[in-house]
């Protein structure tokens, strides 16, 4: 018998330990652990030479038959042979291993089991024999059970990894709710079944279902679906005996006289009979960092081998892992809930709908794993119906640059509420950056658009230039002084006015649309000017594209490599407020100034064929004119708006802003703005750099 060089234990190439179908644990071809034959006198080994003074052993070199030395298993210069007490001992090939060629034709799957003697099914797996088999095991089906990300994955694995390979059915258990971090649930504990599994139904070649290995009577409760047959809720009771099993935290036979007891606790009383005989079943409660979180239940049918002491072990080890990652995902879910929430409280919810022009957004985070970034859009209504359309984009994608996001867009709403122009406003977002930190660097294009005269100011921080999409079809990247990020500082900021047709349709964007690792930003920008002309051929010359489904069409251009940073997307469809609805006069600041402002009021609205407003129109112009006149110094402004609504606006010199109060019985005046904010459908004061407006709407 010629000895062949040892080998580490390995599985066979292409065989997952852990996979369902086959053997579930693949040997190697041969092992230093063999059964080697019994010695045998020198004289009668045909293949050996006596031993004798310098005559090599099994652990030096050995001859083949052709005569050339060959090591066997050590190095050159061997030691003498050293004879383990086992080494000659005959011991039979593992079950859990599949039959190797020339092995013995008895221990091959569809023979009989050595334990029992009943002939084991071709296909199931056959149980684990040897500490090895089981180290392999417990690698593989950790190694699947670490490849989920959320708790259905987690939980999917554990099932996936155990059954048919470690048990025949499976049953989970976790709390409901799950505890999250450090946090101390409140209330009972309850228990609630998560998943179960089992080994399915097999057939043979010819389709017909094979006979299964029971007793005369098959257990129905084997048979059945186990989800049906036991409770999906289970109230844990202090001091009770499943309480007293979670608590010891290790797995234990279902016939150890704890488990005995807490078994009807778990499954109920109609799923006691899913539970077989003997140590058939393993109770494993499930424990993550700092509490139970659950219990697992391993099930074998009455007619496989039982579970062997060393059993426990490996599920105290799937227990262990699986609670693990359990507990990991709860965290990553509370995580990214919070990442989510963060993200939508720091974008707007709605989008204003101002008058003469319609808005649409897009926001895409840069991976589900990257749920927040420092891409935000804003819409701000300003006095004399105009809007401030923002968008920016701060460096990273992490929590840190979602909250300097935050603090940028509510610092651009604020000095939009004072009517800055749009270099000023991109000058104190600057300031501010640099209060937030020296490394705080963002980009922003902030734009101003009037209905009313059809134009639109511009001023960029770094920003990638808009697109105009005009109403004929044509594309055009608007140029716009780029100017140096904000937080850069001492920088100045320069803004451009142009126009805005009736028709057409303004995209603001961030970079993450048109720069990747495949692409720059210039071809980016290019390749969506084509996308926006391509588009609106669709749709013919005198009609402009949809609003919404434009931003589809925007995102679509996006292959699958070109995520690497988040987008945010602004479209505003200019429609502007034509001249004829338009009604626009100055008054000096006279005590003639509410008459004559009357009088103007009544005949705009004979003109648009609105006379049925005329008392109401003229009641609270006069008011809000008086009001002006009383405080102004320079001449005041009257404009009135027909839209979807009569809007009027009484502008003036005076900063301070009027404040509705209740007047006393005794009181002359104060009821001004009582009186417009009962009859005016809104209304409202706001601040400009060289006074303030206060307006109103009425329905028409």
């Not at 000895?3 to 644990?25: N, V, Y």
């Not at 496989?304 to 990553?332: C, M, N, R, W």
């Not at 009135?640 to 009569?646: E, H, K, M």
Request: glycine residues 10%.
């Amino acid at each position: 018998m010629t000895e062949q060089p040892t080998s580490i234990e390995r599985p066979q190439p292409g065989a997952d330990p852990a996979e369902a179908r086959g053997a579930f644990l693949c040997a190697p071809e041969q092992s230093a652990r063999q059964p080697v034959e019994p010695a045998l006198p020198a004289q009668a080994r045909a293949d050996t030479t006596p031993a004798g003074p310098g005559t090599a052993t099994s652990r030096g070199k050995g001859k083949d038959g052709m005569g050339k030395e060959h090591p066997v298993g050590g190095p050159e210069h061997s030691q003498p042979a050293i004879t383990e007490p086992d080494a000659l001992r005959p011991r039979p090939a593992p079950d859990g291993i599949p039959a190797q060629p020339g092995a013995d034709p008895e221990r091959a799957p569809g023979g009989p089991e050595r334990r029992t003697g009943r002939t084991v099914p071709s296909g199931r797996p056959m149980p684990m024999r040897r500490d090895g088999d089981r180290l392999r095991f417990v690698g593989a089906a950790t190694r699947r059970i670490a490849r989920g990300l959320d708790l259905d994955e987690i939980v999917m694995g554990l099932c996936r990894a155990t059954v048919p390979t470690f048990s025949d059915a499976i049953l989970v258990y976790l709390r409901d709710p799950l505890p999250v971090g450090d946090e101390r649930p409140t209330g009972p504990v309850v228990l609630r079944l998560r998943r179960t599994d089992r080994i399915p139904d097999e057939r043979d070649t010819d389709g017909v279902l094979l006979p299964a290995a029971f007793e005369p009577e098959p257990e129905p409760s084997v048979l059945a679906d186990l989800s049906a047959l036991t409770t999906e809720l289970c109230e844990v009771r202090p001091g009770g005996a499943l309480n007293e099993v979670l608590r010891g935290v290790r797995p234990v036979f279902a016939d150890a006289p704890a488990a005995r007891a807490a078994l009807p606790e778990l499954l109920g009383e109609s799923g006691e009979g899913v539970v077989p005989g003997g140590q058939h079943a393993i109770l494993a409660p499930l424990r993550g960092r700092r509490r139970v979180i659950g219990a697992a239940l391993f099930l074998r049918r009455p007619d496989q081998p039982a579970f062997e002491a060393d059993d426990l072990l490996v599920a105290a080890q799937l227990a262990t892992h699986s609670a693990l990652g359990i507990d990991k995902a709860v965290l990553y879910g509370r995580e990214a809930y919070i990442a989510d929430e963060l993200q939508r409280t720091m974008l707007p919810e709605t989008l204003p709908r101002p008058t003469g022009v319609r808005l649409a957004s897009r926001y895409l985070p840069a991976a589900e794993t990257a749920r927040v970034g420092g891409d935000w859009y804003d819409a701000i209504p300003l006095p004399g119906s105009r809007v401030a359309l923002v968008v920016g984009d701060v460096m990273g994608h992490s929590m840190t640059s979602a909250a300097i996001m935050g603090q940028l867009r509510t610092t651009a709403q604020t000095l939009a509420g004072l009517d800055l122009p749009p270099q000023e406003v991109l000058h104190h977002l600057d300031e501010q950056a640099q209060r937030l930190g020296t490394d705080r660097m963002a980009t922003c294009l902030y734009a101003v658009y009037d209905p009313v005269t059809h134009r639109i100011t511009i001023a960029n921080a770094g920003h990638p230039p808009p697109v105009l999409l005009h109403l004929g079809g044509r594309a055009e990247v608007l140029r716009v002084p780029p100017g140096a990020p904000i937080g850069v500082g001492g920088v100045d900021f320069e803004a451009v006015e142009l126009d805005a047709p009736a028709g057409a349709t303004l995209l603001l964007y961030t970079d993450g649309l048109v720069e990747s690792r495949l692409r720059d930003v210039w071809t980016g920008i290019e390749q969506l000017r084509e996308r926006l002309a391509a588009t609106a051929q669709l749709t013919g010359p005198d009609h402009p594209p949809p609003l919404e489904a434009l931003c589809d069409e925007v995102l679509d251009m996006l292959g699958p490599g070109d995520r690497d940073d988040d987008i945010a997307l602004l479209a505003a469809r200019f429609d502007g407020i034509a001249p004829s609805d338009v009604a626009y006069w100055t008054l000096e600041p006279e005590r003639t100034a509410p008459g004559q402002a009357r009088r103007l009021a009544r005949r705009a609205l004979a003109r648009w064929d609105l006379e049925d407003l005329s008392d109401s129109v003229e009641l609270l112009v006069s008011e809000v004119v008086t009001n002006a006149v009383r405080y102004a110094s320079r001449p005041v402004t009257l404009r009135l708006l027909r839209t979807d609504v009569l809007r009027c606006e009484v502008g003036d010199d005076v900063p301070q802003l009027p404040r509705l109060r209740q007047a006393r019985a005794t009181d002359e005046g104060g009821r001004g703005l009582y009186l417009v904010n009962k009859l005016a459908r809104r209304w409202g004061a706001t601040r400009l750099s060289t006074g303030k407006v206060v307006w109103f709407e009425l329905n028409r």
